[in-house]
Nanobody, 126 residues
Framework: QVQLAESGGGLVQAGGSLRLSCAAS????????RAWFRQAPGKEREFVAA????????GYADSVKGRFTISRDNAKNTVYLQMNSLKPEDTAVYYC???????????????????WGQGTQVTVSS
């Protein structure tokens, strides 16, 4: 079975930083697009960032552009999300996702991803 496991969440003050990791097991994910989504209480899951299988193409939600950076290490089957200048509105459960290669490199639509992690809580205090 394919499994994704997020880690690195926690409680930080506004302006602080966190680095999330998502490790894959069960198979190699080197040819899979990878992405991060988040869901705040009472809200729909929303796109945060994505990266193509080669790492050559990335995309970000406008709300995190310039503050968050997505990267991947295919040798470790791991994707990262560096989160800087955190704001209270970034508080959410963050989910890692993966899917076979998209023609465009990656997708911002959650329904197009085949595999998901269990989520990790990020809480930013004001």
């Amino acid at each position: 079975q394919v499994q994704l496991a997020e880690s690195g969440g926690g409680l930080v003050q506004a302006g602080g930083s966190l680095r999330l990791s998502c490790a894959a097991s069960g198979r190699t994910f080197s040819l899979y697009a990878r992405a991060w989504f988040r869901q705040a209480p009472g809200k729909e899951r929303e796109f945060v960032a994505a990266i193509s299988w080669s790492g050559g193409s990335t995309g970000y939600a406008d709300s995190v552009k310039g503050r968050f950076t997505i990267s991947r290490d295919n040798a470790k089957n791991t994707v990262y999300l560096q989160m800087n200048s955190l704001k209270p509105e970034d508080t959410a459960v963050y989910y890692c996702a993966a899917s076979p290669t998209f023609s465009s490199g990656w997708s911002l639509k959650s329904e197009r991803y085949d595999y998901w992690g269990q989520g990790t809580q990020v809480t930013v205090s004001s």
